[in-house]
């Protein structure tokens, strides 16, 4: 063997060769069998009952070792089961086993607890890279200044342990990316405005996409916009927009309760005005209906006996004319000695009011 012969003064593993500085030669080391031999004997003599008792130890310890390897998952995670490093499998909450380290080994994650990214700082401060990361370019070429939060969870724990490493990161990269494009296809007024609900539902959806590609296991929940105003120089000038914009839309709203008060009434009086001239045509169509009716009446009489229809239709309307008038009647032949001028009329009234 190499520490048989190795010459010089260095000294073999065993301890019993040349000494350092010279000297004299030592004998020829024990075999490795002999050395093995020698301390399971010394082991058998130390330890009571022998090699039972070595057997019964080593059960212990491999008892142990076995126990070791049972784990629980809580609630609220997954764990992923590593055989030598590589994935084996996922486990879901409850108690469980797998072979113990170094076979293999557990990582346990919370995947339905919330993670929160902020993107951006706030209003006036300047990030550790010295410089407003808020500062996004829109599409009418203006500048906004835009902050706001990603809440996450993780979507696949096997993906999200094995894809990507620094998962805050990347998600944060991801969504500051997202949103710069998103500015990028909108006014700054939709920005600052009305569009932000939009904006958030869109960045959304485009963030989730983008980690799909990536396959990063994490599901976005929501994206917060916390910020979305003009630079400070040309802050004022954009709030007396927003001012403008909010006054616009007061305006819009009185006008449409006027209108909502206006219309109904103006269609109830324009209804009530049909009905009214269906009324009045449906009386005016059956009035004369009626009056046709009776002059076709009278003809088929006055032509069946045109002398008595004639006396009929005088005396109707001498009727008619004289129904409404205070008259007189006198007899033709008492009446020859009376006064032609005598008020009779005078002295009719003259006697209801003594009566």
Not at 76 to 102: C, D, I, M, Q
Not at 186 to 212: C, F
Not at 213 to 237: C, F, H, N, T, W
Not at 251 to 279: T, W
Request: charged content about 25%.
């Amino acid at each position: 063997m190499p520490w048989q012969n190795n010459g010089g003064d260095k000294p073999n593993p065993w301890g019993n060769g040349p000494k350092r500085g010279g000297g004299g030669g030592g004998g020829e080391p024990p075999h490795i069998d002999d050395i093995i031999k020698k301390g399971q004997e010394q082991l058998r003599a130390a330890l009571p009952g022998g090699g039972l008792g070595v057997g019964l130890i080593v059960l212990v310890i491999i008892g142990i070792w076995l126990a070791s390897g049972f784990y629980v998952v809580g609630p609220n995670e997954n764990a992923v089961v590593l055989r030598f490093g590589k994935y084996s499998e996922t486990t879901l909450p409850g108690p469980h086993w797998h072979f113990p380290s170094p076979v293999e080994t557990v990582e346990k994650r919370g995947v339905t607890d919330k993670n929160l990214t902020q993107i951006g700082v706030a209003s006036g401060q300047i990030s550790r890279r010295g410089q407003n990361t808020n500062h996004m370019l829109t599409g009418d070429e203006n500048i906004v200044d835009v902050r706001f939060n990603v809440v996450w969870q993780i979507k696949n724990l096997r993906d999200y342990l094995f894809n990507i490493t620094d998962h805050e990161t990347t998600v944060a990269a991801v969504s500051e990316s997202v949103m710069r494009e998103l500015a990028g296809k909108n006014t700054i007024i939709s920005i600052i405005t009305e569009g932000r609900g939009k904006l958030q539902s869109d960045a959304k959806t485009a963030i989730q996409e983008t980690l799909d590609k990536y396959a990063a296991g994490i599901l976005v929940l929501e994206v917060q916009i916390q910020e979305s105003e003009a630079p400070e120089e040309v802050k004022d000038a954009f709030l007396d927009v927003q001012r403008a914009e909010a006054d616009a839309q007061r305006f819009r709203n009185e006008a449409s309760k006027y209108r909502n008060e206006i219309v109904p009434n103006a269609e109830g009086h324009a209804e009530r005005l049909v009905q009214l001239a269906e009324g009045y045509r449906a009386t005016k169509v059956a009035g004369a209906e009626g009056a046709a009716a009776r002059f076709t009446s009278v003809y088929n009489e006055y032509v069946q006996a045109k002398e008595v229809t004639k006396k009929r239709m005088y005396l109707e309307t001498m009727e008619e004319i004289l129904g409404g008038m205070d008259k007189i009647i006198i007899d033709g032949k008492a009446g020859s000695g009376v006064v032609p001028y005598l008020p009779l009329d005078q002295l009719v009234k003259k006697g209801k009011a003594n009566d």
